[in-house]
Nanobody
Framework: QVQLVESGGGLVQAGGSLRLSCAAS????????FAWFRQASGKGREFVAG????????IYVDSVKGRFSISRDNAKTTVYLQMSSLRPEDTAVYYC?????????????????WGQGTQVTVSS
């Protein structure tokens, strides 16, 4: 069982940066794959980035490549999403997800554990 708590969302101007954190409970953190999804108002949930057991396993949706970076700190049992060069279209509720697997998946139905979400709003 894993519990996820996101933080770090907020209001930022276009071109700015934010770092989201996802603090995870549980004793087998290193055995879980993690992902960030987002859901804009009136739209479906979209995969943003995922990470498996090591940094080389990171994957991204094309629209955030070169702007966002996902990382994990196994000692702190925390996953991060560093977001730079933010755009108004990045505005959404961002969710952290986890599953007992060593790789990352783009599919939301492969993740059983979800956080409550954190709002990111980018003004133009």
């Amino acid at each position: 069982q894993v519990q996820l708590v996101e933080s770090g969302g907020g209001l930022v101007q276009a071109g700015g940066s934010l770092r989201l954190s996802c603090a995870a409970s549980g004793r087998t953190f290193s055995s879980y794959g993690f992902a960030w999804f987002r859901q804009a108002s009136g739209k479906g949930r979209e995969f943003v980035a995922g990470i498996g057991w090591n940094a080389e396993s990171a994957i991204y949706v094309d629209s955030v490549k070169g702007r966002f970076s996902i990382s994990r700190d196994n000692a702190k049992t925390t996953v991060y999403l560093q977001m730079s060069s933010l755009r108004p279209e990045d505005t959404a509720v961002y969710y952290c997800a986890a599953e007992y697997m060593t790789w990352a998946s783009r599919r939301s139905d492969e993740y059983h554990y979800w956080g409550q979400g954190t709002q990111v709003t980018v003004s133009s």
